[in-house]
């Protein structure tokens, strides 16, 4: 695993600060001045937390504007890999309490992916886990179980690299499989419960995959 630099640090660090002060900020302006009664404190702090969130929605999207994550192997020191440690960070330090601790019910995770930049069609939802939400794509109709994982990088020693997962149409991912980066999945295809489907597979309309690795069934 590659070492998260300095100025890596630094720029998050700067824009997390900017986040806070204006979630913080905002909520002061907005409700500092309402009466509350007993129930001040607790609305305050409730009404900056979903500010912060709401602001660390804008600022990420607005880090992937101007640097976005590019596939393919990430050379070391250069500006792909940088923009790649720095997402990192926005995940470890402020979106993995949203995406890992199941407190949020699953419409509403729905809307916290499309913020973060995953595509979902229309009627799509997750239980599980997408570790990597700009460069995940589905199409409707699909469900993916309790616990699942998609991830599109893969980490090994020092290497480095970032593939798209692309899921198609009425596809359904069961509880605690793993998907892989680079994996794509055509229409109306099944990977069952506790399947890891390894980087790059393709797998084709409407067959049935499961296994550790997966294979094909039928």
């Given amino acids: 695993m590659r070492k998260i630099t300095g100025s890596q640090i630094t720029l998050f660090f700067f824009m997390l600060a900017a986040i806070l002060l204006l979630g913080v900020g905002t909520a002061y302006a907005l409700l500092g001045r309402m009466p509350l009664g007993d129930f001040r404190g607790v609305t305050l702090v409730a009404g900056a937390v979903v500010l912060i969130y709401l602001y660390a929605f804008a600022v990420y999207r607005l880090f992937l504007h101007f ?68 460069l995940t794509e589905f199409g409707a109709n699909c469900i993916i179980g309790h616990d699942a994982v998609l991830f599109c990088h893969a980490i090994e020693g020092r290497h480095f690299a970032l593939s798209r997962i692309r899921v198609g149409d009425n596809v359904t991912i069961g509880a605690a499989a793993v998907i892989m980066s680079g994996v794509q999945i055509g229409d109306d295809a099944i990977v069952s419960a506790g399947a890891v489907v390894l980087k790059d597979t393709h797998i084709g309309s409407g067959e049935v995959w499961g296994g550790v690795p997966a294979r094909r069934l039928k």
């Fill in 67 to 134: 640097m976005p994550l590019q596939e393919g192997d990430l050379a070391e020191g250069s500006r792909e890999e940088f923009a790649a440690q720095v997402n990192i960070l926005f995940y470890l330090m402020l979106f993995n309490s949203l995406i890992r601790t199941h407190f949020l019910p699953v419409p509403l995770m729905r809307l916290v992916y499309q913020a973060l930049g995953t595509r979902m069609g229309t009627n799509t939802y997750s239980a599980g886990t997408l570790l990597d939400p700009p």
